[in-house]
């Protein structure tokens, strides 16, 4: 026995593992194995997911490599039954084995239908399905954008529909309805129709209609995805949900402002029926104008019935007239009255009245006023005298301290071009316009080379021709 143990061949743990490796992916290339998911967590910070898959008797590691997560149709979540295709391996470190997933499939419609029940709860509790939140659909719209294929016979039907009803100008905005992007695109296509704006080159919809025709439950899953019910929820574009015949349910429907059984549904609830609007325009019309002629009529009969209670016009203006003519009999009686009465007034006045009473009241007034004028031609005489000096003084005094006399003297006084002095050499730089005023006039010039303490150049003025001399008394103003 010992003999045997020592002939036995030696192994390291890494060949064992490696052996034991190529046994389980020789053996199990592709399997499908179906389980229930137990353990995720979420993606790594790698972008990997691990879990577990487990039935009543055993578990199995389970890992999905970043790439192949992006391009699951359906997701790992927590406790779903599915279906994973994939590869054995082994993971050599903690010697055990694990199934390389590549591809995940739910266990049946029973596991799909309890994945869309747990995901309407949860969106439900976060109030996206709340009635509140529904908007009321435009009643004419002017533009609806429809999100759906292209190609497929859903987009015909409702243009068809729209043309039967009222033609309308429609945007389809193309998308993919089944498969791995179509969860992102009709995402896009909803947020993008509400990004457009009112007044750009592109309409802005009124109305959007999400459409597509039946299906399974797995062609029909891309609108239970979350991102497309948070995107219906958060458009400000009234939304209609079209998926699928009438038993078809998805989330987006509870979501959306308005679900239509079908897509030709849709249309009928977008807009309404052009000749029966024009039916019911032309109905009100006629109430509106038989309406108008009753209230005309009513009006009229109500007016008749106060006026038939009013006096006539004759009756109003008897009293007035009667108190005019009374008047204008009384008038010649009261204006004789009023004549004898100011000849009488006349009379005793004129009385008081005579030439020599107004000739005494002149003479009173003349002894009264001719004192007073005798004495107020000399007072003056006397005040234009003293004013006379006076303005004669300061005019002396203005030519002996006005700035005048002192450019007379030789001075001159220098300003810059806006007519301010100029009180130093500081204030002046090389080439700026000066003016220079001397007793006889001013003088143009310009600073030239030259700097003073401050490092600005000194005025230089240019030569001019000496002119005569004069008499500076001649420059002294007459002022009478």
Known sequence: MAEQLTNAAEYTVSEIAQ????????????????????????????GHAYFTLKDADASIDAVVWRGSFARLA?????GLEI?????????????????????????????????????????????????????????????IGVVTSPTGAVIRDILHRLEDRFPTHVIVWPVRVQGDTCAPEVSAAIAGFNALPEDGPIARPDLLIVARGGGSIEDLWGFNEEMVVRAVAASRIPIISAVGHETDTTLIDY???????????AAEAAVPVRSEL????????ARQRMAARRILSNYRDRLRAASAGLPRPADLIATAQQRLDHASSNLLAALRHAKQ????????????????????????????????????EPAFKRMVSDRRQRIDSLGKLLLTLGYKSVLA???????DAGGELVRGKEFLAEGDA????????????????????SGRPLPSVKPKKPRPSQDRDDEQPDLF
Do not use: C, W
């Open 434 to 453: 000066l003016r220079i005023e001397f007793a006889d006039g001013e003088v143009p010039v310009t600073v030239g080379e030259g700097a003073g303490p």
């Open 19 to 46: 052996a034991v490796r190529r046994t389980v992916e020789e053996n199990f290339d592709y399997v499908r194995v179906r389980g229930e998911i137990s353990g995720y967590r979420g993606q790594h910070s790698s």
């Open 74 to 78: 359906f997701k790992p979540e927590e």
């Open 409 to 415: 003297r030789g001075y001159a006084i220098v300003k």
């Open 255 to 265: 979501a959306a402002d308005m679900r239509a059984p079908t897509p030709t549904a």
């Open 341 to 376: 009465i100011k000849e009488i007034q006349l009379a005793r006045v004129t009385s008081r009245l005579s030439l020599a009473t107004l000739e005494a009241t002149v003479h009173r007034a003349r002894l009264r006023y001719d004192p007073v004028g005798a004495r107020a």
């Open 83 to 143: 279906i994973a295709t994939g590869r054995l391996t082994t993971f050599p470190r903690s010697s055990k084995y694990q199934i390389v997933i590549e591809n995940i499939e739910p266990a049946g419609a029973g596991a799909l239908m309890a994945l869309v029940e747990e995901r309407r709860k949860k969106l439900a509790a976060e109030g996206l399905f709340a009635k509140e939140r529904k908007r009321p659909l435009p009643y004419l719209p002017r533009v």
């Open 278 to 285: 024009i039916a019911y325009v032309d109905d009100q019309g």
